[in-house]
C-alpha cells in the first residue's frame, strides 16, 4: 500500500514536470517567432534609413531648398537609429516598444514634409533619381506597415500563451515577460480636414 501511494505521488510529479517542460519550451518556441519578427522589423526601418542620405543629397541638389527641412530630417534619422532606441529582442516591453515607434513616427513625418515641399520643385520631382527614391520610400513604408502586422500577431500569440493557466506561472518562474505591440499613431483615428 505505501508503494501505490509513492508510486502515485512519484507520477503526479513527473507529470507536472512533464507538462512544465513543455509549457516551458512552448514558451520558448513563440518568444524566438517574436524575436524573429522583431529583427525583421529592425531590418525595414533600416532599409528606410539607409535610402534618407540619397534622397536628402538628391534634394540638396535643387536650387534654393529649403535647408531646415533638410536638417529635421537628418535630425529625425539620427534620433531614429540612435542605439538607444533600437531595442534588443530582451527589451521588448511596452514602454520600449512605444519609445521606439515615436522616434519612428517622427522620422516618417519629416520625411513626408519634406516630400511635400518637394512637390514645389518642378525640376526636382522631374528627375529619375528623387523619383526612384520616392518608389522606394513608399515601398519600405508598405514593407514597414506588413512586419509591424506581423510582429503585432507574433507578439499576441506570446502574450496570450504566457498569460494562461497554468502557463503563467511557469512564465513567471522563468521570466518570460509581457511583450509591447505597436500601436497606432496618436490622430491617427482622426479624418484628415481636405481643403481646397
Not at 508503494?3 to 513543455?22: E, H, K, Q, R, T
Not at 519578427?37 to 540619397?54: C, E, G, H, S, T
Not at 535647408?67 to 530630417?73: A, F, G, N, R
Amino acid at each position: 500500500m505505501k508503494n501505490i501511494g509513492l508510486i502515485a505521488v512519484i507520477a503526479i510529479v513527473l507529470i507536472a514536470l512533464m507538462g512544465g517542460c513543455s509549457t516551458y519550451n512552448g514558451l520558448v518556441e513563440k518568444q524566438e517567432n517574436v524575436n524573429s519578427k522583431w529583427a525583421q522589423v529592425q531590418n525595414v526601418y533600416q532599409r528606410r534609413a539607409d535610402l534618407i542620405p540619397n534622397l536628402v543629397n538628391t534634394v540638396k541638389g535643387a536650387a534654393n531648398f529649403e535647408k531646415t527641412t533638410l536638417e529635421s530630417v537628418i535630425q529625425a534619422r539620427a534620433n531614429a537609429t540612435r542605439p538607444e532606441i533600437n531595442l534588443n529582442s530582451d527589451q521588448l516591453t511596452p514602454e520600449n516598444i512605444q519609445r521606439f515607434q515615436q522616434a519612428q513616427d517622427a522620422l516618417s513625418s519629416s520625411i513626408s514634409r519634406l516630400l511635400v515641399v518637394a512637390e514645389q520643385y518642378p525640376d526636382l520631382k522631374a528627375t529619375s533619381a528623387f523619383s526612384e527614391l520616392r518608389v522606394d520610400l513608399a515601398g519600405s513604408e508598405n514593407r514597414i506597415a506588413q512586419e509591424r502586422m506581423n510582429f503585432n500577431n507574433a507578439v499576441q500569440d506570446y502574450n496570450t500563451t504566457r498569460r494562461r493557466f497554468p502557463n503563467n506561472i511557469f512564465a513567471g518562474l522563468f521570466g518570460f515577460d509581457e511583450k509591447g505591440y505597436f500601436q497606432a499613431q496618436t490622430g491617427s483615428d482622426k479624418v484628415p480636414t481636405v481643403q481646397f
